[in-house]
């Protein structure tokens, strides 16, 4: 599994990321959150300021993400519950369904496959700012992981 590490940028016009890989110092994506909008609608790019290669949109509501590659078409799809006494979501993409459930505090997120191997994990660390270990199996689509890590971090973390 590879391991990602996605920090919020505090100070930032809209919602703003930096994911490293590994224990790197640089930025191997950025995603970067329209201003002025209802909906999530977040960009993610190479480095600092290079291509955009994938987005994240969502609804009012943050129930529901669409993951989309660098020609706007759809790569996979996050639901969350409306409601829901544990938090948790299903990611449909390339024809196969996830599942996740959070823990107690919905800190940790292990999204399994059919069979019920792990395919990734996203843990909420405590910091000043909001910060993730995302660990991802190597046949996963590591942008689309990522963005749904951010995903998570809209529903469940953003005090807006």
């Known amino acids: 599994m590879k391991t990602y590490t ?8 809209g919602d703003t990321y930096e994911v490293r890989e590994g224990d790197s110092k640089e930025a191997v994506f950025t995603v970067r959150g329209k201003v002025l909008t209802f909906t999530p609608n977040l960009t993610l790019q190479k480095g600092k ?34 409601i829901a ?29 059919s069979s019920g191997k792990t395919i990734f994990s996203i843990q909420k660390e405590l910091a000043f700012r ?13 942008e689309a992981v ?5 995903a998570v971090d809209q529903r469940f973390f953003q005090q807006k």
């Open 6 to 13: 996605l920090f919020q940028k505090i100070l930032a016009i």
């Open 49 to 82: 300021e290079g291509e955009k290669t994938h987005s994240l949109k969502g609804n009012f509501f943050k129930t529901k993400f669409t993951i989309l590659n660098a020609t706007g078409e759809e790569m996979g799809t996050l639901v969350f519950p409306f």
């Open 85 to 113: 006494l544990k938090k948790s979501f299903t990611l449909t993409m390339g024809g196969n369904t996830y599942s996740a459930q959070g823990t107690l505090f919905a800190w940790n997120f292990n999204c399994n496959d």
């Open 130 to 142: 909001d910060k993730f270990t995302v660990n991802i199996d190597e046949k996963m689509p590591q």
């Open 146 to 150: 990522l963005l749904a890590a951010i």
